[in-house]
């Protein structure tokens, strides 16, 4: 996400104040956004210079300047930010030109599940499971995990990827799907057979879930998709 460094500078007097010039150190973790930053203030590094002009006795001047912190950093991280102002004036106040901000950050990962099945299988046949995993952010997420509990109707064939991405244990399939950067996805396809003697009309629904160690601020994150069995025979009659 963006982050605002809101600064304000006043001439509190007596006399006007030429060249008045801010210089903010944006700490190393960050970016400087210049399109969302105000015009006046331009980057060399991480030092950026704002170019105020004339500062007449009462007047304010204020301004945002905007930094991108990246989706990898880590919850807890603390963001030092100081700014001081200086011009031809002589300060008639000196220690009050200079203001420093701290920001922690904290981490948060929207992870979003679809899933999609056929809508009929005949009994006797395979079919899959399509999942996809989205991270929409805005940090990245860790420890994703995937876990899909399959119908017990069913029986387990593969998983891609496989193991040791994905496991099954009876009819649960567990797929560890490690870092998830913001705005990617991980797909995941999991083959299951249904056996002949399932009766027609039967019907398959499948739940699956996904979470990872960063917090989601949208939650339950499930999915499920159902297939009716329908059952066929395709008899032949032979005499002589």
């Given at each position: 996400e963006m982050l605002s460094y809101q600064i304000t500078v006043t001439n509190n007097g007596p006399n006007s104040a030429e060249h008045v010039i801010v210089t903010d150190t944006l700490?190393?973790?960050?970016?400087?956004?210049?399109?969302?930053?105000?015009?006046?203030?331009?980057?060399?590094?991480?030092?950026?210079?704002?170019?105020?002009?004339?500062?007449?006795?009462?007047?304010?001047?204020?301004?945002?300047?905007?930094?991108?912190?990246?989706?990898?950093?880590?919850?807890?991280?603390?963001?030092?930010?100081?700014?001081?102002?200086?011009s031809d004036a002589h300060e008639d106040s000196p220690g009050d030109e200079t203001d420093s901000a701290s920001t922690t950050v904290e981490t948060a990962a929207d992870l979003a599940l679809t899933k999609s099945a056929p809508a009929t299988v005949k009994a006797g046949q395979q079919f899959t499971y399509t999942l996809i995993?989205?991270?929409?952010?805005?940090?990245?997420?860790?420890?994703?995990?995937?876990?899909?509990?399959?119908?017990?109707?069913?029986?387990?064939?593969?998983?891609?990827?496989?193991?040791?991405?994905?496991?099954?244990?009876?009819?649960?399939?567990?797929?560890?799907?490690?870092?998830?950067?913001?705005?990617?996805?991980?797909?995941v396809t999991i083959i299951v057979d249904v056996p002949q003697n399932t009766s027609d009309g039967t019907s398959l629904t499948n739940q699956a879930s996904v979470s990872s160690s960063v917090t989601d601020p949208t939650t339950p994150n499930n999915a499920s998709a159902t297939t009716t069995v329908q059952t066929e025979a395709d008899l032949e009659l032979t005499k002589s």
């Amino acid at each position: 996400e963006m982050l605002s460094y809101q600064i304000t500078v006043t001439n509190n007097g007596p006399n006007s104040a030429e060249h008045v010039i801010v210089t903010d150190t944006l700490p190393s973790d960050v970016t400087f956004n210049a399109s969302q930053s105000d015009p006046k203030c331009q980057a060399s590094s991480s030092t950026i210079t704002c170019t105020l002009g004339t500062l007449d006795k009462d007047d304010q001047s204020s301004f945002a300047i905007v930094a991108d912190v990246p989706s990898t950093l880590a919850a807890g991280s603390v963001l030092n930010n100081t700014a001081t102002v200086d011009s031809d004036a002589h300060e008639d106040s000196p220690g009050d030109e200079t203001d420093s901000a701290s920001t922690t950050v904290e981490t948060a990962a929207d992870l979003a599940l679809t899933k999609s099945a056929p809508a009929t299988v005949k009994a006797g046949q395979q079919f899959t499971y399509t999942l996809i995993v989205t991270n929409h952010g805005p940090s990245l997420a860790t420890s994703v995990v995937l876990t899909d509990n399959l119908p017990s109707q069913v029986g387990f064939v593969s998983a891609t990827p496989g193991s040791p991405t994905c496991t099954h244990s009876g009819n649960k399939v567990t797929c560890n799907l490690g870092t998830l950067a913001s705005a990617a996805s991980s797909k995941v396809t999991i083959i299951v057979d249904v056996p002949q003697n399932t009766s027609d009309g039967t019907s398959l629904t499948n739940q699956a879930s996904v979470s990872s160690s960063v917090t989601d601020p949208t939650t339950p994150n499930n999915a499920s998709a159902t297939t009716t069995v329908q059952t066929e025979a395709d008899l032949e009659l032979t005499k002589s």
